[in-house]
């Protein structure tokens, strides 16, 4: 039986930043891969200069489609939309605007994710923790729409019509752009003898990572292939952007891995290397 991995996002674009080279590692394993976007980023900004025109706004939605078809494509994965309209990022004080992700009741937010488990069924499922990663409303209710999702897709009493019920396996949190990745690379990069643009983050960073890392998966073969499909959502994502500027080299040697925390099943007192560990179909 083929296993069955699921991740969850907000945007497109978050699943090319956010684990993609451990997706990638996976499908090309045989694996059947599979992200959920909860929205179609709507109300994204555009973030690369060269793409900053009138035409890339008017026809910004269908865009990021073509973005996510062609990142996805890179990746070796599928993709599902989930039909949620991005809330955008409002200012302090500002409402959220009306019928986005954000505003809905959690169980109507949370139902195509729980037609969509019940429909694939998959073994792991990966998401944000309770911060969002960033506070970012849509980050945040993804964290919260894919909890109520793990939960509620086993019971038949819930959300009825929307399939026969399915329990994944285990629940991982996303861990990777930590501080203690960005400092690793900060400092491999200087013994280097090489400028790091990492310095600038670490000041804005948190001084300790609240998560802790349960799982490491290695990955470093499909680091490129990650930047690859990053640089597919061309609106988001400057390739001038310092996420770019360090070494790959560099990155395989100190930090070859994608790190995750177990949040379900509680984890045992070693180290996993593997996200499927435990897990028999």
């Not at 993709?79 to 409402?95: H, K, M, N």
Request: glycine share 6%.
């Amino acid at each position: 039986m083929t296993l069955r991995l699921l991740s969850v996002h907000a945007h497109p674009d978050d699943e090319s930043s956010k684990g993609a080279a451990t997706l990638a590692r996976y499908a090309a394993e045989g694996i059947d891969v599979l992200v959920a976007t909860c929205t179609g980023g709507e109300r994204g900004d555009v973030l690369n200069p060269a793409w900053d025109t009138a035409e890339t706004w008017a026809n910004l939605p269908a865009i990021r489609r073509r973005e996510m078809a062609a990142a996805a494509e890179v990746l070796g994965v599928r993709q599902r939309f989930l039909g949620l309209v991005d809330s955008g990022l409002p200012a302090d004080g500002e409402p959220l605007p009306e019928g986005c992700f954000a505003a809905l009741p959690l169980a109507e937010a949370a139902a195509p994710l729980v037609a969509l488990i019940r429909e694939f069924r998959p073994h792991v499922v990966i998401t944000y923790d309770k911060t969002g990663g960033y506070p970012h409303p849509d980050h945040i209710r993804t964290h919260e729409v894919t909890v109520e999702a793990f939960s509620a897709a086993a019971d038949p009493a819930r959300y009825p019509g929307s399939g026969e019920p399915w329990r994944p396996h285990k629940l991982y949190y996303q861990a990777t752009l930590s501080r203690a990745w960005f400092q690793a690379l900060h400092d491999a990069t200087l013994a280097a003898g090489l400028e790091s643009s990492m310095g600038a983050v670490l000041d804005e960073l948190p001084a300790d990572d609240e998560l802790t890392v349960t799982t490491k998966i290695r990955c470093e073969a499909f680091f490129a292939t990650r930047d690859r499909a990053l640089l597919a959502h061309a609106t988001q994502v400057d390739p001038a952007h310092p996420f770019f500027a360090h070494s790959r080299e560099i990155e395989r040697q100190v930090w070859p891995y994608e790190d995750y925390h177990l949040a379900h099943p509680t984890p045992g007192p070693d180290l996993e290397d593997d996200l499927f560990t435990g897990v028999t179909p």
